[in-house]
């Protein structure tokens, strides 16, 4: 089929492709949601109390996401067949040519395959002073806090703390269920949200992850000076992605010597009885 047109794909099965094949290229996706960094990183940060709750939460169910692998490659492919005139950023989700057939990325699968709340995003209370404390304790500028901020937090926050769980249910929310790029601004609001699990629980995080999906499928096929942009970009983000490994290293220092504390005293112990 490579050398069919626009128009002669159109004649032949009656819909047309967004890209015609003739402007078919080759590129890498980055996928920004990274749930083994953050599932790794709960390992580090979270006490048994706090996986426990974590399972216990609207977000329990992804405990293993890290597991299933990622494809850029198919995604790309899928991207570049996508259906002209159908489902444009709309309630019926995008259309994509498979084959001579027409399918449709909608709302709906994607609830049944994540499994996450759908709804209307409600208004969000303001929480009482504990947030401008949490803030206060792990922020130097409130006014401009980014994913790589959060990340930061997280990690240097005390382990098994409530300040360590609240960041690391928004560090999931950031990295994972978004998936956005290390330097965009977080919303601040689910700062709030992270101090009344109830409503963080209830919230329709499906709803806001599939529009967060659907932009970045909407758009993923650009131009190559787009991709040759954004990977320049990308080389400016080393220095923070350096400064994020030596905390994970620091704080995996931290806790090897903590069990290895650990693990001697029960010895001493064991040989006191004996």
């Known amino acids: 089929m490579g050398g069919i047109g626009k128009k002669r794909y159109k004649m032949e099965y ?3 492709l967004c890209f015609p094949e003739s402007e078919v290229y080759s590129a890498r996706v980055n996928n920004l ?4 960094t953050v599932l790794s990183n709960f390992m580090l940060q979270f006490n048994e109390e706090h996986r426990r709750r974590f399972r216990g939460s609207c977000f329990g169910h992804l405990m293993d ?3 299933i692998q990622f494809s850029g490659q198919l995604v790309h492919g899928l991207a570049l067949r996508r259906v002209a005139g159908l489902g444009v950023k709309n ?3 995008l259309s994509y040519a498979i084959g001579s057939k027409v399918v449709q990325f909608t709302a709906k699968y994607f609830c ?3 499994g996450l709340k759908f709804g209307v995003e409600p208004s969000i209370r303001s929480a009482d002073g504990g947030v401008h404390q949490l ?3 792990h922020f130097t500028n409130k006014n401009h806090m980014t994913l790589h901020d959060i990340e930061k937090a997280f990690l240097n926050s005390k382990r098994g703390s409530e300040d360590c769980f ?3 249910m928004l560090y999931f929310v950031e990295f994972v269920i978004l998936g956005k790029a290390p330097i965009v601004r977080i919303n601040e609001d689910y700062v709030h949200l992270v101090h009344n699990m109830e409503e963080f629980n209830n919230f329709p995080w499906g709803s806001i992850s599939f529009e967060y999906l659907q932009d970045s499928l909407l758009f993923a096929p650009g131009k190559k000076d787009i991709d040759e942009k954004d990977h320049e970009k990308g ?3 080393s220095k923070e992605k350096e400064e994020v490994k030596r905390a994970v290293k620091k704080r995996k220092k931290k806790v090897e010597n903590e069990n290895s504390a650990g693990l001697e005293f029960f010895r001493a112990h064991g040989k006191s009885k004996n």
């Open 14 to 16: 009656g819909f047309e």
């Open 91 to 93: 309630m019926h989700g």
């Open 166 to 168: 609240k960041l690391g």
């Open 65 to 67: 996401v890290d597991k």
């Open 235 to 237: 080389k400016g983000q």
């Open 112 to 114: 049944l395959i994540s």
């Open 33 to 36: 949601c990274v749930p083994s």
């Open 135 to 137: 803030l206060n304790r």
